[in-house]
């Protein structure tokens, strides 16, 4: 195993990439209700964009676009929040969604942070 001193820091773009992929591993076990069915689909969407945001941002035309991206990044961040806090499961997927749900909080600090020091 690597020592800290060899390991590459954490892509934002890979960490936001299994973020997305996590969470379709997570809905995929969830029980099949109406509810979970609907919001279900809506975390997929939110917690995919927020890599797809970022990644347009880091392609972005100019620093308002870059904001912008990043202010999405963000939104969809908490957006997986919100989602997560709604869906129902069972106490077996309580630790997997409390990861989760801590993992969007880290990153809506992460996009927080880089647009503060953006807009300075």
Known sequence: MA???DRKPYDLEDRTFEFAKASRTFAKKLPRTIANIE?????????????????????SIGKKDFLMKIRTCRREAKESGYWLRLLDCDGQLE??????????????????????????
């Open 95 to 120: 630790p997997a969604r409390a990861k989760l749900l801590a993992e969007a909080q880290e990153l809506m600090k992460i996009f927080g942070a880089i647009l503060r020091k953006s807009e300075e």
């Open 39 to 59: 919001d279900a689909k809506q975390f997929i969407r939110a917690s995919g964009s927020i890599g797809a945001n970022y990644i347009e941002a880091n392609e």
């Open 3 to 5: 020592s800290n001193n």
